[in-house]
T-cell receptor, first 112, second 115 residues
Framework: RKEVEQDPGPFNVPEGATVAFNCTYS??????FFWYRQDCRKEPKLLMS???SGNEDGRFTAQLNRASQYISLLIRDSKLSDSATYLC?????????????FGKGTMLLVSP | EAGVAQSPRYKIIEKRQSVAFWCNPI?????LYWYQQILGQGPKLLIQ????????DSQLPKDRFSAERLKGVDSTLKIQPAKLEDSAVYLC?????????????FGEGSRLTVL
């Protein structure tokens, strides 16, 4: 069973559209959650953390549902520059140390 | 501030040959990670160091992969002998403390092709 599962994608949307990505995780003991962005042939970079109460950063909104073990990322008013792969990341503490598990990623393509 | 440095950027070898990758993390970062990213997949953790000690190497194929972190700073990842399925980008990352904050800084990666 995969630990972090994401929508397979790719998502093709026009500029200005709203798009949402979903992610589920299998370990109920997971403690913190993040979204990373990875441009084509580049390294992943932290986009935003996901807090229990939900959080917003400009056009990006992240939400967490611990009961359903579900995380989402909403992008409003999509820009061409939002085209990238979005990676759902889950942190788990085991024996006193933290590890991050990445999902497979969901590719977003924003067209003019 | 200098980022995570990795070398080489690209390497092509034949199966059964060996290869080594080098990583220099951001100065002062205690935790160093090696991830393997196969095309179309997310990064998979191979090994995680806290200073110069290993805290997680559960997904490292120890029959062929080895890694060390010299004096708690630089790190090398070695593959010997390489297999076709080792073709991937090997990403090194570092963080100030543990992974709890979620902010890992990645290098540009070392792209390995095994023929």
């Amino acid at each position: 069973r995969k630990e972090v599962e994401q929508d397979p994608g790719p998502f093709n949307v026009p500029e200005g559209a709203t798009v949402a990505f979903n992610c589920t995780y299998s370990n109920s003991a997971s403690q913190s959650f993040f979204w990373y962005r990875q441009d084509c042939r580049k390294e992943p970079k932290l986009l935003m953390s996901v807090y229990s109460s939900g959080n917003e950063d400009g056009r990006f909104t992240a939400q967490l549902n611990r009961a359903s073990q579900y995380i989402s990322l909403l992008i409003r008013d999509s820009k061409l520059s939002d085209s990238a792969t979005y990676l759902c990341v889950v942190n788990f503490v085991n024996s006193g140390y933290s590890t991050l598990t990445f999902g497979k990623g969901t590719m977003l393509l924003v067209s003019p | 501030e200098a980022g995570v440095a990795q070398s080489p950027r690209y390497k092509i070898i034949e199966k059964r040959q060996s290869v080594a990758f080098w990583c220099n993390p951001i100065s002062g970062h205690a935790t160093l990670y090696w991830y393997q990213q196969i095309l179309g997949q997310g990064p998979k953790l191979l090994i995680q160091f806290q200073n110069n000690g290993v805290v997680d190497d559960s997904q490292l194929p120890k029959d062929r992969f080895s890694a060390e972190r010299l004096k708690g700073v630089d790190s090398t990842l070695k593959i010997q002998p390489a297999k076709l399925e080792d073709s991937a980008v090997y990403l090194c990352a570092s963080s100030i403390g543990t992974a709890a904050t979620g902010e890992l800084f990645f290098g540009e990666g070392s792209r390995l092709t095994v023929l």
